[in-house]
């Protein structure tokens, strides 16, 4: 009973992950329909009822679309990724460059070792 409870508690915290053209057709009813509701709150959550998405997740998926058109501030989903990539790219260089400064360290102390002929 109690894992139970516990598994569905947990089932409504974790995220559901939605289909791309749910996302964006939820987006496009929110967008073409917001003027018929009191405000663009309760558009969002009537439509999200209707497509059993939550809200707060149909809210973030509006947000995002109005930075990605230009029409809100912020960083764009084109803008992330690229900047996800630059700092994984940047990672790895620091990394090789570690690497690179111990071989170099490496190879200055088998020059300075005195070396005996046979």
Request: hydrophobic share 35%; no cysteine.
């Amino acid at each position: 009973m109690i894992e139970t409870l516990a598994l569905e508690r947990i089932g409504r915290i974790m995220p559901k992950h939605h289909p791309r053209d749910l996302k964006e057709r939820a987006v496009r009813l929110v967008l073409e329909s917001r003027d018929r509701y009191k405000s663009e709150h309760a558009a969002i959550r009537s439509i999200a009822a209707k497509l059993d998405v939550g809200p707060e997740s149909l809210r973030h998926w509006v947000r995002r679309a109005e930075v990605d058109a230009g029409h809100r501030p912020g960083t764009t989903t084109e803008e992330s990724a690229q900047l996800k990539a630059l700092k994984k790219e940047n990672a790895e260089l620091k990394r090789a460059n570690e690497i690179l400064k111990a071989a170099a360290s490496f190879f200055t102390a088998e020059l300075d070792r005195p070396h005996t002929r046979s």
